[in-house]
């Protein structure tokens, strides 16, 4: 059990330019979660998959955003037309389910929008 | 929607004892964790409480009133490597029928020798 583990640790990008992150889950989690932090918050959900399927996603996440998880295993996260305001830690965590559902964070990416 | 409010920021001596509070206004609650954030790491887990009463884990333990909103995390025998931020997160029902943990802005504790 390697942990979760996520892609690019870091990215700097022009405004307007699209990106796309990965996140890969502990192996045997089916449910994932992607979250925004900025300094001096707590992270802000973005978007929940439960294997392949996003079930929930935040009334706040522009259409800009968009999550995949195709095989119900890693999951991307793109961002289109980005701005600077998007300039954040991205952060995915994973879970297995049953009764406390522990999440367990990757170690992020830090995406700066100049 | 929720609310979770907690302090900013505390500040407490090697050795001593803090408790961080964190209140919140939700429906559909089902569970309450805390999270250990060093900067510039990912949240890790310290806590969870679903029932009312008091979990003890080692230096660490957290308590949950449901019907006052209300929870607590209490650190004993302070350590300089406890400075860190702690975050209260509450899972509650979320629109499409699912629950998801909600997490507050965090408490930023700083221990001094």
């Known amino acids: 059990d390697t942990g979760v583990s996520q892609n690019p640790r870091h990215k700097i990008t022009k405004r307007g330019q699209n990106v796309t992150f990965r996140c890969d889950p502990i192996s045997e989690h089916n449910r994932l979660y992607w979250y925004r932090q900025t300094l001096g918050q707590g992270p802000e959900f973005l978007t929940y998959f439960q294997n392949e399927a996003q079930l929930e996603k935040s009334r706040l996440l522009s259409d800009r955003f968009s999550a995949e998880r195709p095989k119900g295993s890693f999951s991307t996260l793109e961002i289109q037309r980005t701005e600077q305001g998007d300039s954040a830690m991205y952060l995915c965590?994973?879970?297995?389910?049953?009764?406390?559902?522990?999440?367990?964070f990757g170690p992020g990416t830090r995406l700066l929008v100049l | 929607g929720q609310n979770i409010d907690q302090p900013t920021e505390m500040t407490a001596t090697e050795g001593a004892i803090v408790q961080i509070n964190c209140t919140y206004q939700t429906s559909g609650f089902n569970g309450l964790f805390w999270y250990q954030q060093h900067a510039g790491e990912a949240p890790t887990f310290l806590s969870y409480n679903v029932l009312d009463g008091l979990e003890e884990k080692g230096r660490f333990s957290s308590f949950l009133s449901r019907s006052k909103g209300y929870s607590y995390l209490l650190l004993k025998e302070l350590q300089m490597k406890d400075s860190a931020s702690y975050l209260c997160a509450v899972r509650d029902l979320q629109s499409g029928g699912s629950y998801i943990p909600t997490f507050g802005r965090g408490t930023s504790l700083i221990v001094h020798p």
């Open positions: 965590a994973s879970s297995f389910g049953g009764r406390q559902e522990t999440q367990y």
